[in-house]
């Protein structure tokens, strides 16, 4: 490792001395011709064939994320680009494509030529490349070879984004790469047995078995002893019956049939685990054209498909605690619904999340963190015992528990006071005592819901019923809502008098555009005035309206009053700004929003370009719904902003499909950008993707002058937050709002 990063220095100083300008995107010269790279791409196609094979098993595991494969041969030339098309877009627009030969001249300092010239796994992140135009991406290279001659052949490299690093990837790029050279060497001998007219020499590390033409074994070799664990004078001149494999010999010898890289277990006497072989299979004919024998072989692919399921155990698991992560737990549960077939089996679903987890974080460091999070795994683990039992990590702070076959909704809670009794004996990090706890929430199949998205959603909501009761404790859906008592009980009637009462108000936030300095925009949050409550938070009364469908109504009225309060600041004579308005699940989903917002619009005489719709990331699930939405509201000239971008399912090249205006970068992320590396990271990412992409970028939540500062230097152009300006009444942002919208700061 130590010499990686003097390698990297070396070609980092070399390419200064060259005086290439880092602030450039490089004009390659050296690209193969078509007629260069179809000769070049002919003389590699068995070395192509096997690594496209592994790559792809590769790229499905890790489905979901955008990872751009890259194969060069041994001078470093691209032969063939696989993987995520926006990646692929973005680094094609910069030049890079197959027949190009990266060269540390042009290239600048690269994965693939340290790779290449040190004959070492690379790993290069954001700045460590030298051109600043892959500051945004993270690549790793390893060089491949036939391992019996130690002739190189070339590189892999991964090539993602910066908020996608993990030194996981180039783990798991070497255990590939191994595997790949494995396959190489394998075949490599194969050719050389075909050459030598299928004489079978017993060096050959292959289980080798001929046959004449009645299935009476002529050749049995001894590492088709060791795989069967059958001895050579046993079974020579006998029956190929007594073997396992007899039947697939038959059809060689009475169908012509031909096996290729069948998968086979063995059991072994001696050994516990099974032998994994490949075994081939086909017929030996004379020179008449009739069979007069069989050749099978076996390959020991053991170790290949141990290291696959490894690669599977990593992306299917979280890397820190060993649990299943988030995919995994999707899966899984989707598959329990699936299993149902119209049954109602009961099971149930808790949602965790630890109590102050992030005063640890920030006040003893990430590793001890870290060290805890391991530790709680193991507890709920020992808590969880049972094969009815499925824990898992969503991430950060928050796991989740299913419990399947229940006889009675007991258990569960049973399940939920053991993980409450084993948090109260302290966990030990480094000498140090924690004392930290977790609250609970749990939802039943399919009292609670029928599907994934109602189960997580609702058990949720327990969890936090569960935190505002003090922490530390479990609260279950229904019984949390029984239980809320008057004061949301009045709140449930009390919403439906609240429209035709004129209760609900609006504040405006400004958005400020920092460049120049002016208001260019507001974002319109909704307030509840309650005769008798006062003023109600939207954390209280949002959720109620959600689940009672009057969220429609309420944000029918949102969006009136505010596309009204802007045509008013307009005829006031204030600069044209746009003004943001938040739609609901419910809302996006309705099949009339599109006429909805029309109407809206005539009705107030708003210009449609000075309307920002917003939306969350997970109401483009079902993509295709949202790309027809998206398009008909992007039609009638209106701007649409994915808020509370980073916390969801996000998707690069999906964001290009929905015509995305503006990307609202989470206040969580923003909050702790001075103090958390890993949150200034994804800040500065998202700024730097949305920018190629061609989308606008706003953050939220900025409250102090390093924040602000931070953002100027990441060139994000515009904010909005307490710093500047909590939200306000209409007629208290009046007397800040001026011709042409200035505002000073």
């Not at 898992?392 to 049973?414: L, P, Y």
Request: glycine share 6%.
């Amino acid at each position: 490792m130590m010499n990686n990063e003097i390698w990297l220095r070396q070609s980092q100083d070399r390419c200064y001395r060259l005086g290439i300008n880092p602030g450039v995107v490089p004009a390659f010269s050296t690209v193969l011709t078509e007629a260069e790279l179809a000769s070049k791409r002919m003389e590699y196609e068995e070395i192509l064939s096997v690594i496209n094979f592994f790559v792809n098993k590769m790229l499905e595991l890790m489905k979901g994320l955008p990872l751009l494969i890259l194969i060069s041969d041994e001078n470093g030339c691209i032969l063939e680009m696989a993987g995520d098309e926006t990646i692929k877009t973005i680094v094609s627009q910069s030049g890079i494509r197959v027949g190009l030969v990266f060269t540390e001249q042009e290239a600048g300092t690269n994965s693939i030529n340290l790779a290449l010239d040190h004959r070492e796994p690379f790993q290069l992140i954001g700045r460590d490349h030298y051109f600043h135009f892959l500051e945004a991406s993270a690549c790793y290279s390893v060089p491949f070879q036939y391992t019996d001659v130690s002739n190189l052949l070339g590189t892999i490299t991964i090539m993602t984004t910066i908020d996608q690093h993990n030194p996981f990837l180039l783990a798991m790029l070497c255990t590939v790469v191994d595997s790949i050279e494995r396959e190489l060497l394998l075949k490599k001998q194969n050719r050389r047995l075909h050459i030598l007219n299928q004489v079978v020499i017993e060096t050959t590390r292959n289980g080798i078995i001929i046959t004449d033409r009645d299935g009476k074994i002529t050749e049995y070799n001894q590492f088709a002893e060791y795989i069967t664990d059958l001895k050579k004078q046993d079974v020579l001149h006998k029956s190929i019956v007594e073997l396992k494999i007899s039947q697939y010999i038959n059809e060689v010898l009475h169908y012509g049939i031909v096996y290729e890289d069948m998968e086979i277990s063995i059991k072994q006497k001696s050994q516990d685990e099974k032998l994994v072989c490949l075994f081939d299979a086909f017929p030996i004919y004379d020179q008449n054209g009739t069979i007069m024998g069989a050749f099978a072989q076996f390959r020991d692919i053991t170790e290949r498909s141990k290291a696959e399921k490894q690669i599977n155990h990593l992306a299917y698991h979280d890397d820190l605690t060993g649990l299943p992560n988030r995919r995994f737990f999707t899966q899984h549960l989707n598959k329990l619904l699936d299993s149902q077939e119209g049954e109602r089996n009961p099971f149930g679903l808790m949602f965790l999340d630890l109590d102050s987890f992030k005063k640890i974080n920030d006040n003893l460091g990430h590793n001890n963190g870290d060290a805890l999070l391991k530790l709680v795994a193991g507890r709920l683990k020992n808590c969880c015992r049972t094969s009815k039992h499925f824990v898992s990590r969503m991430g950060g702070d928050e796991f989740t528990i299913v419990v399947k076959d229940m006889k009675n909704q007991e258990e569960i809670i049973e399940v939920a006071d053991n993980i409450i009794k084993a948090f109260e004996v302290p966990f030990v990090v480094e000498d140090y005592e924690f004392y930290i706890t977790a609250s609970i929430g749990i939802a039943f199949y399919p009292q609670d819901g029928t599907d994934a998205e109602t189960l997580m959603k609702r058990a949720d909501i327990a969890m936090y019923l569960a935190k505002d009761s003090g922490k530390n404790n479990y609260a279950v859906y229904k019984a949390a809502k029984s239980s809320i008592g008057m004061e949301q009980l009045t709140l449930e009637n009390s919403i439906r008098k609240a429209l035709q009462n004129n209760e609900f108000v609006l504040h405006y936030q400004p958005q400020i555009e920092l460049e120049t300095g002016l208001i260019i925009g507001t974002e319109a949050l909704i307030r509840w005035n309650h005769p008798t409550l006062g003023l109600v938070s939207p954390s209280k009364f949002i959720p109620i309206a959600e689940e009672t469908g009057l969220i429609v109504p309420i944000g029918e009225w949102v969006l009136r009053t505010a596309c009204k309060q802007n045509k008013q600041w307009i005829d006031q004579g204030v600069t044209p700004m746009k003004i943001s308005v938040n739609l609901s699940t419910r809302q996006f989903l309705k099949r009339d929003l599109v006429d909805t917002v029309q109407r809206i619009l005539v009705e107030t005489g708003l210009d449609p370009g000075l309307l920002e719709l917003e939306i969350t990331e997970s109401m483009t699930m079902d993509v295709d719904f949202a790309i027809e939405v998206l398009g008909e509201l992007k039609k009638l000239g209106i701007h649409v902003c994915i808020d509370d971008f980073g916390t969801g399912y996000s998707n690069l090249y999906y964001l290009k499909l929905f015509s995305i205006d503006r990307l609202k970068i989470d206040q969580s992320f923003v909050r702790d950008i001075m103090t958390d590396s890993i949150d200034a990271d994804i800040v500065s990412t998202i700024i730097a993707m949305a920018y190629n992409l061609g989308i606008d970028v706003i953050a939220e939540g900025v409250e102090t002058e390093d924040q602000l500062n931070y953002l100027k230097r990441l060139r994000c152009r515009e904010v909005q937050g307490y710093y500047f300006h909590r939200p306000l009444p209409a007629e208290q942002l009046n007397r800040i709002l001026k011709p042409y919208g200035y505002y000073e700061f």
